[in-house]
């Protein structure tokens, strides 16, 4: 059973640029979340998706970044018009659609991580 | 909110040596606890998960960790470390309400074993 995949792995885009990262989810597996690493922290929660729906995007940057995950194919982070302070490590999480939050352990893909020249 | 702590940004420790690695969380709410590992360039795997019960929880790899309610204190600890534990390790919480793990982390341990 193949783990979450993220492609690519590595991804370098000039300023003002289109970042397109794509997460597969782990089979069986409908529920997604996209973290953020930036150099030196930890992860920040950007957004939450289930099949065709946004659930929770608190944590996303408001302007230049949206989310989907259609209901065929993989999950896509799309940042618009890069600046260099979007350079970070990028991973996908996913779960299970189970009613209990306990049951819902995330798995992490291996991350795409952007840089911005 | 929730916000976690992690106290120690580096820990160096030598093989087969004993290692704690500390983790602080504020929340206004109950919330679930965990400790992941994130080997270079690779992902977060779990090592352990606190949700209920027994406040001492057993991990892969020989890790354990204590819950302290009153201190507000998941630390993660080791009795003998290896070579390949070197890693970072994140601690974070999710607040138990709604139907998913929303994850706060810590901003991480980097955890370097020496021969």
């Known amino acids: 059973n193949a783990g979450v995949m993220q492609n690519p792995r590595h991804l370098v885009r000039r300023r003002g640029q289109e970042a397109r990262l794509r997460c597969s989810p782990m089979k069986g597996h409908s529920h997604v979340y996209w973290y953020r690493q930036l150099p030196e922290e930890g992860l920040k929660f950007m957004v939450y998706l289930q099949k065709e729906n946004i659930i929770d995007e608190s944590g996303m940057p408001k302007e230049r970044f949206s989310a989907e995950f259609p209901k065929e194919g993989p999950s896509i982070l799309r940042i618009q018009q890069v600046v260099r302070g979007d350079s970070a490590a990028y991973f996908c999480a996913s779960s299970e659609a189970a009613r209990e939050a306990r049951s819902n352990e995330q798995f992490f893909g291996p991350g795409t991580r952007l840089t911005v020249l | 909110a929730q916000s976690v702590t992690q106290l120690d940004s580096q820990v160096p420790v030598f093989e087969e040596a004993p290692v704690e690695l500390r983790c602080n969380y504020s929340s206004s709410v109950s919330v679930y606890l965990f400790w992941y590992v994130q080997y270079p360039n690779q992902g977060l795997q779990l090592l352990l998960k606190?949700?209920?019960?027994?406040?001492l929880v057993k991990g892969i790899n020989g890790f354990e960790a204590e819950f302290n309610k009153s201190q507000t204190s998941f630390h993660l600890r080791k009795p003998s470390v290896h070579i390949s534990d070197t890693a970072e390790y994140f601690c974070?919480?999710?607040?138990?309400?709604?139907?998913?793990?929303?994850?706060?982390f810590g901003a991480g341990t980097r955890l370097a074993v020496h021969p």
């Open positions: 606190y949700l209920s019960g027994s406040t």
């Open positions: 974070a919480v999710s607040p138990l309400s709604g139907g998913y793990n929303k994850l706060i």
